[in-house]
T-cell receptor, first 117, second 115 residues
Framework: KAGVTQTPRYLIKTRGQQVTLSCSPI?????VSWYQQTPGQGLQFLFE???????NKGNFPGRFSGRQFSNSRSEMNVSTLELGDSALYLC????????????????FGAGSRLTVL | AQSVTQPDIHITVSEGASLELRCNYS??????LFWYVQSPGQGLQLLLK??????LVQGIKGFEAEFKRSQSSFNLRKPSVHWSDAAEYFC?????????????FGSGTKLNVKP
């Protein structure tokens, strides 16, 4: 079974630009979560999507947005980039099917490393 | 405030020595508990989880963790560390009640292994 795929793996942007990151979850996983990881702040929750609906959102400004498509693939967008947005952005998918042993565990992609100059 | 605490930012152990990484949480009901490991430049990989039942859980790569309700702790252990265990380790919590929409992560512990 293919894992969680994130693209692009690395990207460099300048302040004021916008960026879109993509995440393809494991087949059958309908929940997709996004986290921002920085050395100073650790792992911070951005949002979680399930069946194209955002169910939970972290404490980030409105410049951070996301969406999920009918095939469970997800994208996140950051507009008007700031230097502080430089981070590793991690996507994780989750199988939500009942009490099976694989349910309700986050499986992470390798991340998208964003550098803002 | 609800939180997940990993008191040790860095730990160095010699190869072959035992390891214990600490994790404490502050949530009212018994939470769901996880340990993840992250190698440089990679995503996080699940080592083990605790949902219910036996409080000593076994994971991959020879790791185990023990849930102690009285101490609100979920410490990770390994009897003999290998050089390949050098990585960063994260404890994660989902508060009791089963809303898995949001996982709370500790700040991580970086493990260095001396030859």
């Amino acid at each position: 079974k293919a894992g969680v795929t994130q693209t692009p793996r690395y990207l460099i942007k300048t302040r004021g630009q916008q960026v879109t990151l993509s995440c393809s979850p494991i087949s059958g996983h309908r929940s997709v979560s996004w986290y921002q990881q920085t050395p100073g702040q650790g792992l911070q929750f951005l949002f979680e999507y399930f069946s194209e609906t955002q169910r939970n959102k972290g404490n980030f400004p409105g410049r951070f947005s996301g969406r999920q498509f009918s095939n469970s693939r997800s994208e996140m967008n950051v507009s008007t980039l700031e230097l502080g947005d430089s981070a590793l952005y991690l996507c994780a998918s989750r199988y939500t099917g009942g009490e099976s042993s694989g349910a309700n565990v986050l499986t992470f992609g390798a991340g998208s490393r964003l550098t803002v100059l | 405030a609800q939180s997940v605490t990993q008191p040790d930012i860095h730990i160095t152990v010699s190869e072959g020595a035992s390891l214990e990484l600490r994790c404490n949480y502050s949530y009212g009901a018994t939470p769901y508990l996880f340990w993840y490991v992250q190698s440089p430049g990679q995503g996080l990989q699940l080592l083990l989880k605790y949902f219910s039942g036996d409080t000593l859980v076994q994971g991959i790569k020879g790791f185990e963790a023990e849930f102690k309700r009285s101490q609100s702790s979920f410490n990770l252990r390994k009897p003999s560390v290998h050089w390949s265990d050098a990585a960063e380790y994260f404890c994660a919590v989902v508060p009791g009640g089963g809303n898995f929409n949001k996982f709370y992560f500790g700040s991580g512990t970086k493990l260095n292994v001396k030859p």
